[in-house]
């Protein structure tokens, strides 16, 4: 099982960027998928969850600016982040609460990682 996410990148200030996370592999069942970031120097934090019925729960710091979204048979997960802060400069991460067919259980897995960066 892999997670891939795509569409990190460097934007001025208030613009905006879409991440999307695709997992690929022996996949059987794929429970939450969410978003979370790294700043330098700081811990990895939550930015965004979803459910597989589509619930959401969202950071306060991202509240009313991202969009935490998923395409369920494609196995994807999007966060359209608008209104983008300097602050919001991270390391982001997608995850995947998945069980593949082979296991009894659901594994936590995670995508590599990718940059974004936004200037001031």
């Known amino acids: 099982v892999q997670l891939q996410a795509f569409g990190g990148g460097l934007v001025q200030a208030g613009g905006s960027l879409r991440l999307s996370c695709a997992a690929s592999g022996s996949i059987g069942s794929i429970n939450n998928m969410g978003w979370y970031r790294q700043a330098p120097g700081k811990q990895r934090e939550l930015v965004a969850t979803t459910t597989n019925g589509g619930s959401t729960n969202y950071a306060d710091s991202v509240e009313g600016r991202f969009t935490i979204s998923r395409d369920n048979a494609k196995n994807t997960v999007y966060l359209q982040m608008n209104g983008l802060k300097p602050e919001d400069t991270a390391v982001y991460y997608c995850?995947?609460?998945?069980?593949?067919?082979?296991?009894?259980?659901?594994?936590?897995?995670w995508g590599r990682g990718t940059l974004v960066t936004v200037s001031s």
């Open positions: 995850n995947a609460d998945l069980r593949p067919p082979y296991l009894s259980r659901s594994l936590i897995y």
